[in-house]
């Protein structure tokens, strides 16, 4: 038995204990923890305290509770898959997504009409409730069970300008990047990406664990004169995946001196 004799709530100490077991490796990563007899066995205390101390370290996202098999040790490990976020050209000129052959549609993506937020605003440059087209696609990857909510925002006014997008606002976004080119946008990208904790709806879609933040990442692309044509948004649980940059080097502008 391993007495606790410590200051603080009991159940916060039986965490404790538990904690430093899992953070020494005692209780492995992927490991099923023991039963709640056990452990008032091991610590020296009721029911009601042992579960209090896991419902701690579940919210701490050190354990994941699976119903019906019992707590176990969250993995420590990589992430399963790793999304290159690359833009590649074809010797016809069209576009290449590094992983755009991993993903399939879980379920029928959904076209509907929308309006700017105060954030999509911002990243389009537009105003809020100026209309858009909009897509929402469930992706999954079939080799790792890995899932990602993407969505793709048009405004009307570039449709308007690129038919296509308004008519076809859910095909994949290498063919939406090929119609813009055609229209005459020479495209670059711009990417941000933060971490988040998901919505409750999120964390269902996705299939997360408790206590599992989310990687948000946001594309713009942008035309010519570097206006923002349409927004992507990819989101997808932060334990099941990676980003990877390829970081090349800017040619800095020549100054000129007057003679």
Same mark, same amino acid.
């Given at each position: 038995?391993?007495?606790?004799? #410590?200051?603080?709530?009991?159940?916060?100490?039986?965490?404790?204990?538990?904690?430093?077991?899992?953070?020494?490796?005692?209780?492995?990563?992927?490991?099923?923890?023991?039963?709640?007899?056990?452990?008032?066995?091991?610590?020296?205390?009721? #029911?009601?305290?042992?579960?209090?101390?896991?419902?701690?370290?579940?919210?701490?996202?050190?354990?994941?509770?699976?119903?019906?098999?019992?707590?176990?040790?969250?993995?420590?490990? !990589?992430?399963?898959?790793?999304?290159?976020?690359?833009?590649?050209?074809?010797?016809?000129?069209?576009?290449?997504?590094?992983?755009?052959?991993?993903? !399939?549609?879980?379920?029928?993506?959904?076209?509907?009409?929308?309006?700017?937020?105060?954030?999509?605003?911002?990243?389009?440059?537009?105003?809020?409730?100026?209309?858009?087209?909009?897509?929402?696609?469930?992706?999954?990857?079939?080799?790792?069970?890995?899932?990602?909510?993407?969505?793709?925002?048009?405004?009307?006014?570039?449709?308007?300008?690129?038919?296509?997008?308004?008519?076809?606002?859910?095909?994949?976004?290498?063919?939406?990047?090929?119609?813009?080119?055609?229209?005459?946008?020479?495209?670059?990208?711009?990417?941000?990406?933060?971490?988040?904790?998901?919505?409750?709806?999120?964390?269902?879609?996705?299939?997360?664990?408790?206590?599992?933040?989310?990687?948000?990442?946001?594309?713009?692309?942008?035309?010519?004169?570097?206006?923002?044509?349409?927004?992507?948004?990819?989101?997808?649980?932060?334990?099941?995946?990676?980003?990877?940059?390829?970081?090349?080097?800017?040619?800095?502008?020549?100054?000129?001196?007057?003679?």
């Amino acid at each position: 038995m391993s007495e606790i004799q #410590r200051p603080g709530a009991l159940y916060q100490q039986v965490a404790a204990a538990i904690r430093e077991a899992i953070l020494s490796g005692e209780f492995a990563p992927e490991s099923l923890l023991p039963s709640e007899a056990q452990l008032m066995a091991r610590y020296g205390v009721s #029911r009601p305290t042992v579960r209090n101390a896991i419902a701690a370290l579940r919210a701490e996202g050190l354990i994941d509770v699976r119903h019906g098999k019992g707590s176990f040790v969250r993995s420590n490990g !990589q992430p399963v898959l790793t999304l290159d976020r690359r833009i590649s050209h074809t010797a016809e000129g069209k576009f290449v997504m590094p992983n755009g052959d991993i993903w !399939q549609e879980a379920e029928q993506p959904s076209a509907y009409r929308a309006r700017t937020t105060k954030d999509t605003g911002r990243l389009l440059q537009l105003a809020e409730e100026e209309a858009m087209f909009g897509c929402d696609r469930l992706l999954t990857d079939p080799g790792t069970g890995t899932r990602a909510m993407h969505r793709t925002l048009i405004p009307f006014e570039i449709a308007e300008a690129v038919p296509l997008l308004g008519q076809e606002p859910c095909k994949p976004s290498a063919a939406l990047y090929w119609a813009l080119t055609q229209a005459g946008h020479k495209l670059t990208w711009t990417e941000t990406v933060r971490a988040r904790m998901p919505l409750p709806d999120e964390r269902t879609t996705l299939q997360l664990p408790d206590a599992t933040p989310i990687l948000h990442v946001t594309r713009v692309a942008h035309g010519t004169d570097d206006r923002p044509l349409i927004l992507e948004e990819l989101c997808f649980g932060a334990d099941r995946a990676e980003l990877a940059y390829r970081i090349t080097v800017d040619k800095q502008p020549v100054q000129r001196t007057r003679a």
